[in-house]
Nanobody, 116 residues
Framework: QVHLVESGGGLVQPGGSLRLSCAASGSIFSIASMGWYRQAPAKQRELVAS???????IYVDSVKGRFTISRDNVKNTVALQMNSLKSSDTAVYYC??????????WGQGTQVTVSS
């Protein structure tokens, strides 16, 4: 079992920045990749960014150049730095941990609202 606790999120104006953090505990040795997904109202959950234990990161096209994912394998944390936020980034953001089995674990979700 992997337990994920998220922090960050909130309300920000367009063009602003936010930082999301996620701490993993439990069977952390089994985690292969960690990432962030988001789900906007009436839309499917989508991958925003993910990063492997070795540091290889991927991003959805809509956030490239604006978001940066980072991972600390010692502290077992993953962070998402979000810059130049747009109203279209408004969603509930979920931390994800995927094991090599593979099995997915999820955080409780944190709301990000971009609005003036």
């Amino acid at each position: 079992q992997v337990h994920l606790v998220e922090s960050g999120g909130g309300l920000v104006q367009p063009g602003g920045s936010l930082r999301l953090s996620c701490a993993a505990s439990g069977s952390i040795f089994s985690i292969a990749s960690m990432g962030w997904y988001r789900q906007a109202p009436a839309k499917q959950r989508e991958l925003v960014a993910s990063i492997t234990r070795g540091g290889t990161a991927i991003y959805v096209d809509s956030v490239k150049g604006r978001f940066t994912i980072s991972r600390d394998n010692v502290k077992n944390t993953v962070a998402l730095q979000m810059n130049s936020l747009k109203s279209s980034d408004t969603a509930v953001y979920y931390c994800n941990a995927r094991t090599s089995r593979p099995m997915d674990y999820w955080g409780q979700g944190t709301q990000v609202t971009v609005s003036s």
